[in-house]
């Protein structure tokens, strides 16, 4: 099976959100690179989405469109558990605090580990923001986090680097999973 095309993720400012042509440029903007809308996942802060009911509708339009979206830096401020059913978005991403804390404390990995789970029955994805060591990496996946973003995978780039990155972040994928055929084709058996 081949593996999805990659997703551009947007930062979205609730000034640029409330602009009269903000849906004209996005239809504008797909259309001229000539990328579905479902692999544009645009990132509202939590304050935007929870702070005005209003929002919830142009939320709904975009998801119509097929653009994914997600609520930035969870757990800032604003964080009613209970708007999480109600509003139209596909994926949180945890703030970094709340990452970073599982590292020192069991009962903020406990905290994580029920936001996780919360999500999970909301049918949300969580994504893990600013990890930067493997143990906040691996407290992140042993919660339930499924994604992370931050340091530890890839420092910010250009749009050049970033190109020649995923060329050998494919090729690496390509290669490992190449030694797992030919390592059954050896004889080795698979664990699962």
Known sequence: MAPEPPFIAVNVSPIQFG???FFDNIQRELAANGLPASRLHLEITE??????EAVWGDLQRLRG???QIAIDDFGTGYSALSYLGRV???RIKL???FVASMTASHTQRDLVEGIVQLTRILELEVIAEGVETPQERDL???VGCRYGQGYLFAPPMPAEALMTWMTEQRDRVAELASAGQAGRG???GETG
Do not use: C, F, N, Y
């Open 19 to 21: 602009t009269p042509d």
């Open 47 to 52: 304050g935007a989405v929870l702070s005005d």
């Open 65 to 67: 469109m097929g653009i």
């Open 88 to 90: 139209p978005v596909d």
């Open 95 to 97: 703030d970094r605090q």
């Open 140 to 142: 992140a996946a042993e």
């Open 186 to 188: 050896h004889g080795r």
